[in-house]
């Protein structure tokens, strides 16, 4: 295999330096980090019983497929690595059916009330709704035995100790503990989700990153907030996303003119507009820490990369291991991009009719054994950036945001 993933990597090289960035780079980016993915995920796919011929097919299909039948088949590569994943957590946490008596069949659960059906909404400040999803009766097993559990499984879990890297802001760092081939799934982004017709909501809004420095954004400009998910918990419950520190401006900043009108212009709308009164997640999830990883100080390479992921909700099986909740309806505004404003659109979702959370997940670029996942935070060079923020590539910084 080690033959055949050279191939690989000698072929992701060359995408970097095509000529093709010059015309529109922050697009090409795009597009060469799908076909980087494609490649991984491809080659994680395979397995052991790779041969050469394998190895040669999808670097052909990745010269020719189009973006959107690369993209197609990445996230189904990713969707087979979540799908093992979930029987993993599923066979650690659910109660061995076999042993229970016919009387008891059924999981208990954990309050009365009816599972919710569909998407509901809690609007305003009217306090938590009465009708809650019944919680399934699971092992009482702690965050830390779901972990090594995991590891025993799949052969990794992540962990979460100060980091290697120096400076005084890395504070904690995300390992891997255990070993995971190249093209693995690492980690889950978890958090809220918000669409571009919400961004308005999203605490600290506009200077939404002031305070908060765990925000990403998908390259459909898709928004989640980890900040509420923190580093998990001890069970599985009801999360709507919403408990989370009040996030302030800093007061010792004067504003002065044009950040005076930007502030009145921009003002946060108040209230909560949650897409359900909240789902059932597993809190335990030991791969919920993606929002933990550092980015590489000098002299260090990445060795993971962002990957986004549509989790389809038609999966309901899976979902209290997808980490995530939609802030507001994410099928009731469609948005278009026009230079940097969004709009409501009217145009329906060519790709697929199946509502999904738009996540993401963090994909490894190497094999990993025991070691600090590190990723490319690829901060603009049109802002100024911290002093700890040394770039990966400056070339592929200034293509991008040139």
């Given at each position: 295999m080690a033959s055949l993933f050279y191939k690989f990597q000698e072929f992701?090289?060359?995408?970097?330096?095509?000529?093709?960035?010059?015309?529109n780079p922050r697009e090409f980016q795009f597009e060469t980090d799908m076909n980087?993915?494609?490649?991984?995920?491809?080659?994680?796919?395979?397995?052991?019983?790779?041969?050469?011929?394998?190895?040669?097919?999808?670097?052909?299909?990745?010269?020719?497929?189009?973006?959107?039948?690369?993209?197609?088949?990445?996230?189904?590569?990713?969707?087979?690595?979540?799908?093992?994943?979930?029987?993993?957590?599923?066979?650690?946490?659910?109660?061995d059916l076999e042993k229970r008596s016919k009387k008891d069949e059924a999981p208990a659960l954990s309050n009365t009330a009816p599972r919710r059906s569909g998407l509901s909404f809690a609007v305003g400040k009217s306090g938590p709704p009465i009708d809650r999803p019944a919680i399934p009766e699971t092992k009482h097993l702690s965050r830390g035995e779901v972990s090594q559990s995991l590891r025993d499984g799949i052969g990794y879990s992540l962990d979460l100790k100060p980091s290697l890297i120096t400076h005084k802001e890395a504070g904690e760092g995300l390992f891997l503990s255990g070993e995971a081939d190249v093209g693995t799934v690492i980690a889950i982004y978890p958090g809220v989700i918000y669409s571009p017709a919400y961004y308005r909501y999203i605490p600290g809004y506009p200077r939404v990153?002031?305070?908060?420095?765990?925000?990403?954004?998908?390259?459909?400009?898709?928004?989640?907030?980890?900040?509420?998910?923190?580093?998990?918990?001890?069970?599985?419950?009801?999360?709507?996303?919403?408990?989370?520190?009040?996030?302030?401006?800093?007061?010792?900043?004067?504003?002065?003119?044009?950040?005076?009108?930007?502030?009145?212009?921009?003002?946060?709308?108040?209230?909560?507009?949650?897409?359900?009164?909240?789902?059932?997640?597993?809190?335990?999830?030991?791969?919920?820490?993606?929002?933990?990883?550092?980015?590489?100080a000098k002299g260090m390479d990445p060795n993971v990369m962002i990957c986004p992921y549509d989790f389809p909700l038609t999966e309901k099986d899976m979902r209290t291991y997808i980490p995530n909740v939609s802030f507001g309806n994410p099928e009731e505004v469609n948005m278009r991009r026009f230079?940097?404003?969004?709009?409501?659109?009217?145009?329906?979702?060519?790709?697929?009719?199946?509502?999904?959370?738009?996540?993401?997940?963090?994909?490894?670029?190497?094999?990993?054994?025991?070691?600090?996942?590190?990723?490319?935070?690829?901060?603009?060079?049109?802002?100024?950036?911290?002093?700890?923020?040394?770039?990966?590539?400056?070339?592929?910084?200034?293509?991008?945001?040139?």
């Open positions: 992701v090289k060359t995408l970097s330096k095509s000529p093709t960035f010059a015309r980087r993915l494609f490649l991984f995920t491809s080659y994680n796919r395979l397995g052991k019983n790779a041969d050469e011929a394998d190895a040669e097919e999808i670097i052909e299909m990745a010269n020719k497929a189009s973006v959107a039948d690369q993209q197609k088949q990445v996230q189904e590569n990713i969707h087979f690595q979540i799908t093992n994943f979930c029987s993993a957590m599923n066979g650690i946490l659910l109660p990153d002031a305070q908060n420095p765990y925000l990403i954004t998908r390259y459909d400009g898709t928004v989640i907030n980890a900040l509420p998910w923190g580093s998990g918990g001890e069970s599985r419950e009801v999360w709507d996303g919403l408990t989370m520190p009040e996030i302030r401006s800093n007061v010792q900043n004067v504003e002065k003119g044009q950040d005076r009108v930007w502030r009145m212009l921009s003002k946060p709308l108040e209230g909560t507009r949650v897409g359900s009164s909240g789902d059932v997640l597993e809190r335990r999830n030991p791969l919920a820490l993606a929002h933990f990883a550092n980015h590489p230079g940097s404003f969004w709009f409501k659109s009217s145009a329906k979702n060519s790709v697929s009719d199946v509502p999904v959370l738009k996540t993401l997940v963090l994909v490894a670029t190497k094999a990993l054994c025991n070691e600090e996942v590190l990723l490319n935070y690829r901060l603009s060079n049109t802002k100024r950036r911290p002093a700890w923020y040394t770039p990966v590539d400056e070339e592929e910084d200034r293509r991008r945001w040139s």
